[in-house]
DNA sequence: ATGAAAGCGCTAACAC
DNA sequence: GTGTTAGCGCTTTCAT
């Protein structure tokens, strides 16, 4: 029957209670040393007895350290954190925050308030530790981000420098998978739809595809700049069957572009795979359900988010991580 | 050029600077009354020069408020946070909280620790506000929430109890609304898959169901309980077709356990919509990409999402608003 | 209008 | 092992 739920206990009330100092009471709560058993058993009573539960903001204050990690997300449309992406991430942080006392402030620094306010918190030390998403190649957060002497882990890299700290996934290394099996599928004239090429994940994977196709042997010069959309995806893909009508295999940037590529692709009368073979990348639900199911690149984005939280506790911890690349698979499906 | 990222700036600092005393400082940032224009210039000076940002912790220490909110996901199972609503709730509640001062911290309440952890915020004020989505009918946060002295909305209502402030989704009139609609295309033999019946969401549907039948004299007895996921609703449409052989269409709970049923009404050989007519609720990404896309309700998750964090605010700003409840609307697509 | 002083609840030296 | 003491940085009476 721990207690009322009204006022707050404190820990004099706790040290009073159970006959000691509150200092001692304290040492008893962080278990320090330099206590007796008996002192300690009478504070564990009290405690049990009052429901005490530490103040989190005094100990903050006392402390210095404030308890809490922040999940940003910086970009310019509020909905990117619609992207399922960020969700799985999301969870996989937290599996590992909830081992700890740290809380997980999410940060959706989408307006300009949010980026100062971010800003604010890197340079005043307002949490613990940022872990830091999706950044364009010049937000001026990354630099910030990188100055601070908050600890930082960026989730994946922008396109223009590389962090000290970071977790990404193998990107460059998925899209050469994916390219090489089009090509052990006999394909020959080989397209690609790139992502953003002001991100890391969009110039990596386009990467990729140039290294397979050089080591093919092939030409690699079959290419458009998309911009992560369905919608971009179909122009995109317009554009590619202007200029090069005799492609049989496309190598997409992301699984949203996929699909809006091979929308048209069908409406241009061409079969999938049978005249061209398409392949994705990230894996999303709706790959499975496309029409072909779509070919892919999947990706451990919860254990991004879980490393991205193990190498900023061990950045909190002083220590010294190096930088970690995640594996990515190819996933095969009708497609291609 | 703000400052170093050196050393936390103080208010005592910007006194100093300023030529003021320290309450007087404290009152310009707070803008309070009673300072002098004249002291008042000095000061906002100081701060710039020194580019001073007050400490939230020591702020809220002396102010007993936290400056934070939380959202919490109470859930047996750490992936529902997967789910895109609640990801879309995040951003609708991110957009009002930016408007603010009020940081947002993330609580997926999914282990023993996660749970006790909002226990204590809750009993203990470790947060200014809580926002508690996705409640099981015996969900003992439930009741531990609506009975702390911490202000709460509910997002959705649990299936046992209705909170005293919460918004949520018009489930009932969307299940009528896709029920009516299934009648009105001359359906007469019409089954339904129920969601989980300990939460709201689920039993409100199945409620809305009923309505529509008794409304048009129908027989509403072809029901099957499923569980929310697809492979449950294939379950279910296997059942349903065992036991209803004669069934001409189907409303179902969710569009996860639609797409479940169609795949087995597509194996079982009957064509949708003509032999078995299917709706299903959320709208998720995937019903327009189904085969045949998917007739569904349609929920605004970002508004609620919204609505919660306004109505929390009021909450905190010691008003009582009342509960809300937001329309949904039937999108008709081809599979019905 | 203004400043002095007393906390908010906790931790961490420091002396015993 | 134990208790005393001084803060952490801010807000807020309360005199002036």
Chains 1, 2 share one sequence.
Do not use: C, W
């Not at 992560?228 to 590619?240: N, P």
């Amino acid at each position: 029957m721990t207690d009322q739920l009204k006022r707050q206990v404190t820990l004099d009330e706790v040290a009073e209670r159970a006959g000691v100092s509150r200092s001692a009471a304290s040492r008893v709560i962080n278990n320090a040393p330099h206590v007796s058993k008996a002192k300690r058993d009478a504070v564990q009573r009290a405690v049990n007895d009052l429901g005490y539960v530490p103040n989190a903001t005094a100990r903050a204050l006392a402390t210095q350290q404030v308890g809490a990690v922040v999940l940003a997300i910086s970009s310019d449309n509020p909905q990117v954190f619609t992207d399922p992406f960020f969700a799985d991430v999301a969870v996989g942080v937290n599996s590992v925050l909830e081992e700890t006392e740290l809380e997980l402030i999410l940060q959706l620094a989408t307006s300009t308030r949010g980026q100062t306010r971010l800003e604010q918190v890197l340079r005043t030390r307002q949490a613990d530790g940022v872990m830091l998403m999706s950044m364009h190649g010049d937000d001026p957060l990354a630099q910030i981000a990188e100055d601070s002497d908050v600890p930082v882990v960026f989730g994946g890299t922008p396109a223009n420098f590389e962090p000290r700290y970071y977790v990404d996934a193998d990107n460059r290394g998925g899209a050469r998978l994916a390219t090489e099996h089009l090509v052990a599928t006999g394909r020959t004239r080989i397209a690609t739809i790139t992502g953003r090429m002001d991100e890391g994940a969009g110039t990596a994977r386009y990467r990729g595809y140039q290294d397979a196709l050089a080591v093919a042997g092939l030409d690699a010069s079959r290419v458009v700049y998309g911009d992560f959309s369905e919608e971009g995806g179909g122009r995109a893909m317009e554009q590619l069957l202007a200029e090069h009508p005799d492609l049989d295999a496309v190598f997409v940037g992301s699984d949203q572009m996929a699909i809006g590529a091979m929308r048209v692709l069908k409406d241009a009368g061409r079969t999938i795979p049978g005249d061209v073979a398409v392949v994705g990348f990230n894996d999303v639900v709706l790959a499975r359900h496309t029409e072909p199911p779509l070919s892919t690149v999947s990706q451990p984005i919860q254990s991004l988010g879980r490393e991205m939280a193990r190498m900023l506790l061990a950045l909190i911890a002083g220590e010294s991580p190096t930088p970690l690349i995640l594996p990515t698979r190819l996933v095969r499906r009708a497609s291609s």
